[in-house]
Structures are given as structure tokens and as C-alpha cells.
């Protein structure tokens, strides 16, 4: 790809080597943002524990609606620009127009900032989950590490993160002055499924990328492409697990049970013989009884790492 462009940003200045070069300057003010994340929700949760949620609605529309903007703006920018970078599961920094360094590097380098999404929903009182946190915590580490070595396999995962991040945040931020919308409602297991979808995806291309010793045959890179399987492997588990329980209650259901049975079975072989005075699995002999007591339990310990 030529790279020459009339650039809508400052071409001599994204020049190849610039974002490697800002993240090693912002190497210390990043880490310390995440390493400071999770301490500061918690504290947020347990300073609004007794208090009244904020009543902060306009601010976060304003909130969804900037980082849907920007979103946005960012994909058409590599459209407009690098077309067909979209087409090219690897390319060197230097074979990428300005427009697109500028916006892969501003991209990797202020996912931090979306830390403010956890901070809005401990001022509002909402359920933070764990795929929630563990998601923007990683996600920030990571990007930051891809950027500080300008790994040749990550453009891909900043368009499509950008494309689903634009209609996300806009979802969002409709939601907040049409809550009880019903066709919107409705657009919600549309967005998962692309969340989902987008994992698969990521991990397609760091499958290649391992696979192909030209792009991670530095130990930096290759070990950063094995942290990249290891968290869109993790993000498929949760997004899948978040999909099933919240979109396909009858899958859901029927894996509560299955789970139950499971462990209602390994309850009753550690009981003595003379102590199992009714069924311990769930089955034609299993009471109604015992079997909402085992559903409710086993729903209860996997929520538990829901949360």
C-alpha cells in the first residue's frame, strides 16, 4: 500500500515508529491507571453503598454518545484512507497510511479512558459484572503492550473493536433517553452476537499469526500474539456464557439442571450410605422439592463466577 494521502490529520507527525514511541512515554501514567481501576470501583461501590444513585443521566449520554462519535470517525477514517488494510490480516507500520497509525495509536493508547464506563455504573448502583471488569482491564493492558511493539497482526482487531464499539456505545446512549423502547430492547442480542462473533475472529487471526513465523518470529511478538489467544480465548467463554444465560434462557435452564445433576450425584457419594434418605440426582425419582433446592443452588454457585 503507497503511503501517500491527503491526510485529515497530521502526517509528518504519524510517521512509522510514533505510537511505539508514545507508549513508552506513557508507559508509567497507563500502568498506573490500571493498576488503580479495580481499587477505585471498589471503593466507589462501597462509598455508594448507603447513597442514592447519581442522578447523572444526560451526562452519560453525552458520555455514549462522544465515544460512539469517535468510534465511529475512526473506522471511516481507515475506510476512507486504507481500505484495504480491512483485507489484510498482517501489515507492517510502515506500509500503513498516517490516518490509520493515528487512529490505531490513539485507539490503543486511551482504552483506559473507557475505565469511566465501570465508574458510571458504581455512581448509578448497577451490577458490575466480571466480564465487565476483567474485559476493560485486559483489553487496556493489552493494547498498550501490541502498541509498545507495533505488532503487525492488531489493525484488525482495532477496526472491528471500533465498528461494533460505534454502534455499541450509540445503543447505549439511545437507551438512555428511550429506556422503554421495545425495538431497541430488541437490538441487544444482536450487538452480543457481534461481541461474540468479533472474538472468534480475533482469535482466527492470532491463530495466523502464530502460525506464521514472519510476523511473530521475535519472542516479544510471538508472546504477545500467545496473550492475545489467551484473552480472546477467555473473552469467547464469558461473551458465549453471557449470551446463553441472558438471550437463550432454555439452554440455560436445561445446563442448570444438567449441572445439578452433576453435582447433586458427587454430593450423594460422599454422603454415607444410611444418611441418604431421598434421591440425590434429578431425575423420575427426584421430588420437586429436591429438585428447586439443587437448581437453585447449583444457579446460585455459577453466578458466582458470573459476577
Known amino acids: 500500500m503507497a503511503a501517500t494521502s491527503t491526510s485529515f490529520l497530521n502526517e509528518g507527525y504519524w510517521t512509522p515508529g510514533r505510537g511505539a514511541q508514545l507508549a513508552a512515554e506513557l508507559k508509567w501514567p497507563l500502568l498506573a491507571s490500571m493498576a488503580v481501576y479495580l481499587p477505585v470501583v471498589f471503593s466507589l461501590r462501597r462509598w455508594m453503598r448507603k447513597r442514592d444513585p447519581l442522578p447523572i443521566k444526560p451526562f452519560i449520554f453525552a458520555w455514549n454518545a462522544t465515544l460512539s462519535l469517535f468510534s465511529l470517525l475512526g473506522a471511516a477514517l481507515i475506510l476512507l484512507d486504507d481500505w484495504r488494510l480491512i483485507t489484510t490480516p498482517f501489515a507492517h507500520e510502515k506500509d500503513i497510511m498516517p490516518n490509520t497509525r493515528a487512529v490505531v495509536t490513539l485507539f490503543t493508547l486511551t482504552k483506559a479512558l473507557e475505565f469511566g464506563d465501570t465508574v458510571l455504573l458504581a455512581l448509578r448502583k448497577r451490577p458490575i459484572t466480571f466480564l465487565h471488569a476483567y474485559h476493560h482491564l485486559s483489553v487496556a493492558l493489552y493494547c498498550w503492550h501490541a502498541q509498545l511493539l507495533s505488532v503487525s497482526f492488531a489493525h484488525l482487531f482495532v477496526f472491528i473493536n471500533l465498528c461494533i464499539h460505534g454502534v455499541m456505545y450509540l445503543y447505549y446512549a439511545l437507551s438512555v433517553l428511550l429506556s422503554k423502547n421495545k425495538a431497541l430492547h430488541k437490538l441487544r442480542p444482536y450487538i452480543t452476537g457481534a461481541q461474540l462473533t468479533q472474538m472468534f475472529v480475533g482469535l482466527s487471526i492470532t491463530i495466523a499469526a502464530l502460525l506464521n513465523p514472519e ?34 434462557p432454555g439452554v440455560h435452564k436445561k445446563s442448570l439442571l444438567l449441572l445439578s445433576s452433576v453435582w447433586m450425584r458427587k454430593e450423594g457419594e460422599r454422603q454415607p450410605a444410611e444418611t441418604k434418605t431421598q434421591p440425590l440426582a434429578i431425575g423420575k425419582g427426584t421430588t420437586a422439592r429436591a429438585r428447586v433446592s439443587a437448581t437453585f443452588r447449583m444457579s446460585t454457585w455459577v453466578a458466582s463466577f458470573k459476577h
Open 215 to 248: 510476523v511473530t518470529g521475535e519472542p516479544s511478538h510471538f508472546n504477545n500474539a500467545m496473550g492475545a489467544l489467551a484473552m480472546y480465548f477467555s473473552y469467547a467463554v464469558l461473551f458465549g456464557q453471557f449470551y446463553i444465560c441472558n438471550y437463550m
